[in-house]
């Protein structure tokens, strides 16, 4: 079974998609959707797979703090 914060980004980050020609991404962030456009499918990936680290390091450190989590 994966951890919760798999579940955390996947509530919150979008896959890649093709639109109008761009790859778009799409994201939460202080509780609002918001979208970064990028001309290639490589850096759509590159910036995915950055949001889903920063997402899993908030939702860990979130844990950590209430101390569910060592």
Same mark, same amino acid.
């Given at each position: 079974?994966?951890?919760?914060?798999?579940?955390?980004?996947?509530?919150?980050?979008?896959?890649?998609?093709?639109?109008?020609?761009?790859?778009?991404?799409?994201?939460?962030?202080?509780?609002?959707?918001?979208?970064?456009?990028?001309?290639?499918?490589?850096?759509?990936?590159? +910036? %995915?797979?950055?949001?889903? @680290? /920063? &997402?899993?390091? +908030? %939702?860990?450190?979130?844990? @950590? /703090? &209430?101390?569910?989590?060592?």
């Amino acid at each position: 079974m994966p951890d919760g914060s798999v579940l955390y980004c996947f509530q919150n980050l979008y896959e890649p998609q093709e639109e109008n020609g761009m790859w778009v991404v799409h994201y939460k962030q202080n509780d609002k959707w918001q979208s970064e456009a990028c001309m290639t499918r490589e850096s759509a990936v590159a +910036f %995915y797979q950055k949001k889903t @680290r /920063e &997402l899993r390091s +908030f %939702y860990n450190r979130f844990l @950590r /703090e &209430l101390g569910a989590k060592k």
